[in-house]
């Protein structure tokens, strides 16, 4: 079993529709997680960080995560297709843990 | 926010020549450099860290003597790929922690490497 589960899609949507991503993860240690958006042939980029259980929003994206389900979610409201990449969680054990986990990503497509 | 370069963004080089990926943190003091690859259509896949000054720790089944990882300074760490045969193509992306106070990595745009 991985350390972090992550469905790879794709998953397509129309525009203007909300896109639902998730992970599970085996490790209860896991106190950091992040959300990481990839545009193709590029390097991720941070799109959420969260410490622990509950909600955090940031403009039109939502992470969730509940720590004892071991599962966290991304939400995207009013999608874009610019959103248009693929989607990976992450998660890492201490403040000073630069060790991440990785989900395998989920590919996106956000139809015009 | 934080800028991590990568040089150069795509190389191609023939069967059994070495090749040499730079790593830069262009606005901050990286503590800590990681260096991952990446297969199409899967995840990054880390594997080495390197602290600034010291050896690098690499991640198990990786060869540490095929994938030379030097961090010199704050700013700067470089892999090289030794004696590189078509399996080593791969997208290799390296990031850098330590410019904020938590454990953010920031990531670089990522290498091409094709070997013929």
């Known amino acids: 079993q991985k350390e972090v589960e992550q469905d790879p899609g794709p998953l397509s949507v129309p525009e203007g529709a909300i896109v639902s991503l998730n992970c599970t993860y085996s490790?209860?240690?896991?106190?950091?997680f992040m959300w990481y958006r990839q545009y193709s042939r590029k390097g991720p980029e941070l799109l959420m960080y969260t410490y622990s259980s509950g909600n955090k929003e940031d403009g039109r994206f939502t992470a969730q995560v509940d720590k004892s389900s071991k599962y966290i979610s991304l939400f995207i409201r009013d999608s874009q297709p610019s959103d248009s990449a693929t989607y990976l969680c992450?998660?890492?054990?201490?403040?000073?843990?630069?060790?991440?986990?990785f989900g395998a990503g989920t590919t996106v497509t956000v139809r015009a | 926010g934080a800028v991590v370069s990568q040089h150069p963004s795509r190389v191609i080089c023939k069967s059994g020549t070495s090749v040499k990926i730079e790593c830069r943190s262009l606005?901050?003091?990286?503590?800590?450099m990681f260096w991952y690859r990446q297969f199409p259509k899967k995840s990054l896949m880390l594997m080495a860290t390197s602290n600034e000054g010291s050896k690098a720790t690499y991640e198990q089944g990786v060869e540490k003597d095929k994938f030379l990882i030097n961090h010199a300074s704050l700013t700067l760490s470089t892999l090289t790929v030794t004696s590189a045969h078509p399996e080593d193509s791969s997208f290799y992306i390296c990031?850098?922690?330590?410019?904020?106070?938590?454990?953010?990595?920031?990531f670089g745009p990522g290498t091409r490497l094709t070997v013929l």
């Open positions: 990031s850098a922690g330590g410019a904020s106070s938590y454990n953010e990595q920031f």
């Open positions: 490790n209860s240690a896991f106190q950091y």
């Open positions: 606005d901050f003091q990286a503590t800590t």
């Open positions: 992450a998660m890492s054990e201490g403040p000073n843990d630069y060790k991440l986990s």
